[in-house]
């Protein structure tokens, strides 16, 4: 007797026979134009005159309502020459920057820093942008840097810790 109690409590196995949506979350849909009982008879919800009560009439992506549309309220300046009107910006350059805080962390005194070993230590992993060292931190080894770009500060610190720095083409990568 107890075995059928507990065979009666026990959730049904759920599988695709028996699969339905949660209670509540699917709605019939709203079949408009079946007279004015219904809500939504006569005009069908679409109003009285005017472009979106015609058939055929479609609002379109950018449509907000008969305001005026945020494409037309933004200012059009174009051209490059303008920093507002950046994204038009092919004249900026870019580079990745690695710290001297990095270099410190991850390279023995001596060591040559060259493109290949800041990938090896995870630094300046992105291919085909120039590398560019910034003076962030402080650099106590003497260290061969040979990258595109140096900051004023970050040679002056590279060189007064006793390394030197010598700079390679940007347009020739040593990387494969």
Do not use: C, W
């Not at 679409?46 to 950018?62: F, I, L, N, P, V």
């Not at 910006?89 to 710290?99: C, I, L």
């Not at 992993?125 to 003076?135: E, M």
């Amino acid at each position: 007797m107890s075995e059928k109690l507990e065979d009666a409590q026990s959730p049904e196995h759920i599988g695709l026979h028996n699969l339905k949506p949660a209670p509540g979350s699917r709605r019939p849909r709203k079949r408009v134009g079946r007279g004015e009982g219904s809500g939504t008879g006569k005009t069908s919800g679409r109003g009285q005159k005017g472009y979106g009560s015609r058939t055929g009439s479609k609002d379109r992506a950018r449509f907000e309502g008969g305001q005026m549309p945020i494409h037309m309220r933004m200012r059009k300046l174009r051209g490059p020459h303008m920093k507002k009107s950046m994204p038009f910006e092919p004249f900026r350059t870019h580079t990745q920057a690695v710290n001297l805080k990095d270099l410190e962390a991850r390279f023995e005194a001596g060591a040559e820093v060259t493109l290949e070993a800041l990938k090896q230590m995870g630094l300046a992993t992105r291919k085909d942008v120039p590398v560019k060292v910034l003076a962030k931190g402080e650099l106590s080894k003497a260290l061969t840097v040979r990258v595109h770009a140096v900051s004023a500060a970050a040679r002056t610190a590279i060189e007064q810790a006793g390394g030197t720095v010598a700079l390679i083409d940007a347009g020739v990568s040593s990387e494969s």
